[in-house]
């Protein structure tokens, strides 16, 4: 169940990322939202089933549990404290070397916003290009020591927004930055963006600063690369590595409208990039110069709005180790106290549940040991009513369990024999009782040698045979197959003889008697229990038998002439059993049920019989068969009925050798003699 839970959240959390994510409709977030809570609960339901798989696997052993208490008390309470230092530590240099890397940045950001200040004060009453350009000229060329790079432009006055004027090479950008119109709502409209010039795209630093000349609006940019000089400058000066700037966060959202080449981190063609520094990146890192990351924000220049970005960067620990001693302040060193303070408090309390922990194992396991101890004094004083508690599920839970089980098979012995001679004796009477159902001899007419056996598996079988004196020259056979053994094939075998010998008055066609059977019995016998049946009737005096079969196994008719036996027939009319509980099963049984007629001689033989004589197995599980049995009839039929019945079942006892008898064997032989001189009997 956890599992399809766990793979039907996956698969939704696939179809709400195929439809857009963030972007798809309410109602997917919301069942995206109710996916992820089932999932949290089925990874916490799996986590315990295997908590309680590992506990029941590994704790089983006591040798186990003592090693493990050994373990808690010692090891781990060491391998805690170190993997604290070290996640403290790791910690202290992400959070002290990304403030370093921070503050480089941030002094950069302030360089440029100085130089467009410096920029606007020289430019004030300059309102023409030509001396806007010489102003902003000089200014470039004071700044080109420290920011090769560093550029200037003017954007705004009479003309509108574009560029008046500019100095420097401006090989970072591919346009003008331009007079945005957000740029006079910011109270601090700097910052670093991105631009793409001629080597691709890079960070840049720009400080603006807003005046008015005459009435005109203009804005001082100056913008300051970080590439070059000025990367090797920010890496001496913090001891760090540089390696690349990514877009975490991007400024621009759905309502900013088309991307421009000056607003690069709304545009599509930036997503999941990076800004090379030059350093290449570690491969894997090292536990002396980690990978490390500090947050940097970002403007879009064409919006005004603001973004995330991150700076790639290495720091040796000793570098790292040295600035700390140099940058620490008292705030600082309050925080590592506190930390250590936590720490040491952390370890305290899992020390103390590791020993409470031991303790607990420890009293489980001398515990169960006197428990054992003190039933095994009471069972040798002859108390086997006594029983150990069984608290847990281990190994020694097993072996007080086990020590239970002992002391109850043997409380029990007796009552157990006591109930198995009270069983024993009533299966007798109730084989008596079957028995007694049975026909206490074969019946007699004249014309007509009747043999009949049943021999049945259990002390209880469930086949039944009976003969029904219909009138002085006809006679009923039924034979019948009860699904299952025991008492209960033994009551419904009772239940159907008292409903074939009400019906047999009324009903002078089997296959009408038998309809009427299975409607009585379908609505009497449980669902699982049904009946086979063949139920014929002999006519001595027309010289024919009609029969009808319920699914029941076939009948063998061997003809006799004056030269001897013909060949048998294996008789097997359409039939269904009876007693099935389906809706629509009465008319079903009546469409399949087909009543056979065919004429007898004198010295025709016919059996009838169940399975458990034709499905009787030997050693090798070969079955007995129908063409074996009716090869046995025909070559033995000069034998009297009698005489033929003890052959056929002892042909069946030797093939099956020591095989078990799994099945109730019951057999019923007519023999047809010369026909009575009897006057034609009127049909009830």
């Known amino acids: 169940m956890p599992g399809r839970t766990i793979l039907a959240v996956l698969v939704l959390k696939a179809v709400v990322g195929l439809s857009g994510g963030p972007a798809a409709p309410g109602w997917l977030r919301v069942l995206d ?63 002290v070397s990304s403030s370093l890397v921070q503050r480089s940045f941030a002094q950069v950001m302030e360089d440029a916003a100085e130089l467009a200040a410096m920029s606007a004060v020289d ?61 006079g709502d910011d109270p601090d409209p700097g910052g670093f963006v991105l631009t793409r010039g001629e080597s691709g795209w890079m960070v840049v630093a720009r400080g603006v600063r807003t005046f008015e000349e005459d009435g005109v609006a203009y804005a001082v940019v100056a913008d300051v690369p970080v590439t070059g000089d000025v990367i090797l400058r920010m890496q001496a000066s913090r001891g760090v590595t540089l390696t690349d700037f990514s877009v975490t966060e991007a400024a621009g959202d759905a309502d900013a409208g088309p991307a421009t080449a000056d607003a690069p981190l709304a545009a599509a063609s930036f997503a999941g990039g990076r800004v090379s520094f030059g350093a290449p990146p570690l491969e894997v890192a090292s536990a002396l110069e980690p990978n490390l990351v500090a947050p940097v924000d970002l403007l879009d220049w064409s919006s005004g709005r603001r973004g995330r970005g991150r700076v790639g960067f290495r720091m040796p620990l000793a570098v790292f180790s040295r600035q700390l001693a140099r940058e620490v302040d008292v705030s600082l060193a309050t925080s590592f106290l506190l930390g250590l303070t936590m720490l040491g408090v952390m370890f305290l309390i899992i020390e103390g549940a590791a020993l409470v922990l031991c303790f607990a194992l420890a009293r489980s396991i001398t515990g169960a040991v006197h428990e ?67 026909p206490e001899r074969p019946a007699s007419m004249p014309g007509l040698a009747v043999a009949a056996a049943c021999r049945p598996a259990r002390e209880v ?18 034979v019948a197959d009860v699904s ?9 075998m009772a239940l159907l003889r008292g409903v074939v010998l009400s019906l047999s008055r009324f009903h002078q066609s089997p296959r009408e008697l038998l309809i009427e059977v299975n409607r009585i019995l379908s609505a009497t016998l449980d669902g699982r229990t049904f009946i086979t049946m063949t ?36 008789l097997a009319p359409d039939g269904l059993v009876v007693g099935l509980q389906i809706d629509g099963i009465e008319q079903k049984f009546a469409e399949l049920l087909e009543e056979s007629t065919f004429p007898i001689e004198t010295g025709d033989l016919v059996a009838l019989f169940t399975d458990g004589v034709t499905e009787a197995m030997n050693e090798e599980s070969d079955l007995f068969g129908e063409e074996r049995l009716a090869r046995t009839l025909t070559e033995q039929v000069h034998l009297s009925s009698d005489d033929l019945k003890q052959r056929v079942l002892g042909d069946v006892e030797a093939f ?29």
């Open 33 to 95: 939202l109710a996916g992820t809570v089932a999932l949290v609960a089925a990874l916490g339901y799996l986590l315990v089933r295997v908590l309680n798989l590992l506990q029941q696997r590994f704790l089983w052993r006591v040798r186990r549990k003592l090693v493990l208490s050994y373990v808690l008390i010692g090891f781990v309470p060491i391998l805690l404290f170190g993997a604290s230092i070290v996640v403290f530590g790791g910690f202290l240099l992400s959070t």
């Open 123 to 183: 430019l004030r009453g300059r309102v023409a290009p030509s001396a806007m350009r010489v102003a902003l000229s000089r200014r470039v060329e004071g700044a080109r020591e420290r920011y090769p790079g560093a550029s200037i432009a003017v954007a705004g006055g009479p003309a509108g927004r574009g560029r008046v004027a500019a100095a420097g090479p401006w090989r970072h950008a591919s346009g003008d930055p331009g007079f945005p119109d957000w740029l």
């Open 372 to 438: 054992l101890f003190t039933g095994t004094e009471r069972v040798q004083a002859g108390d086997l009513t006594h029983r150990i508690r069984v608290d847990t599920e281990d190994q020694l839970g097993q072996l007080a369990e086990s020590f239970n089980a002992m002391t109850r098979s043997i409380s029990d012995g007796l009552t157990q024999a006591k109930e198995r001679r009270r069983l024993e004796e009533e299966l007798r009477i109730a084989r008596d009782i079957q028995m007694s159902l049975l």
């Open 461 to 478: 079988g469930g086949d039944y045979f009976d003969f029904i004196r219909l009138d002085e020259h006809r006679l009923g056979v039924l």
């Open 484 to 492: 299952g053994k025991g008492t209960s094939a033994a009551f419904y």
């Open 535 to 570: 139920y014929a009737v002999l006519d001595l005096a027309a010289r024919r038998l009609t029969y009808a079969r319920a699914g029941h196994t076939p009948l063998i008719h061997v003809p006799c002439a004056p030269e001897g036996p013909r060949a048998p027939r294996v």
């Open 656 to 684: 099956a050798g020591t095989a078990e008898q799994h099945d109730d064997m019951t057999i019923v032989l007519l023999r047809v003699g010369d026909a009575p001189s009897l006057p034609p009997a009127s049909r009830p």
